[in-house]
Nanobody, 119 residues
Framework: QVTLVESGGGLVQAGDSLRLSCAAS????MAWFRQTPGKEREFVAAISSRTDTTYYADPVKDRFTISRDNAKNTVYLQMNSLKPEDTAVYYC????????????????WGQGTQVTVSS
């Protein structure tokens, strides 16, 4: 059974930084998504399990960094220069085939962690 456990969310002020972690029970192509009430789950970033190639959504490019520690099967999302519009529940996702920015392509999901950025 595949498990994804996120941690690191919290309440911060605009301009602050936060790092999310996602511990997986194996090695997968990993991605972060976020969701606010009434909206679709939105792609944030992804990283390949084979090449460590990274992909980012335009709103977070140059502010967020996705990385992985393969020895720990853990993926991180370093979020800098946070903005109030980054407020959301952040979900970790895993896919076995290739990385994808589509929520419907993901095979497994974590439980989500709340990130709140105050102005």
């Amino acid at each position: 059974q595949v498990t994804l456990v996120e941690s690191g969310g919290g309440l911060v002020q605009a301009g602050d930084s936060l790092r999310l972690s996602c511990a997986a029970s194996g090695r997968f192509n990993m991605a972060w998504f976020r969701q606010t009430p009434g909206k679709e789950r939105e792609f944030v970033a992804a990283i390949s399990s084979r090449t460590d190639t990274t992909y980012y959504a335009d709103p977070v490019k140059d502010r967020f960094t996705i990385s992985r520690d393969n020895a720990k099967n853990t993926v991180y999302l370093q979020m800098n220069s946070l903005k109030p519009e980054d407020t959301a529940v952040y979900y970790c996702a895993a896919r076995t085939v290739v990385p994808s920015a589509l929520a419907s392509d993901q095979d497994y999901w974590g439980q989500g962690t709340q990130v709140t950025v105050s102005s």
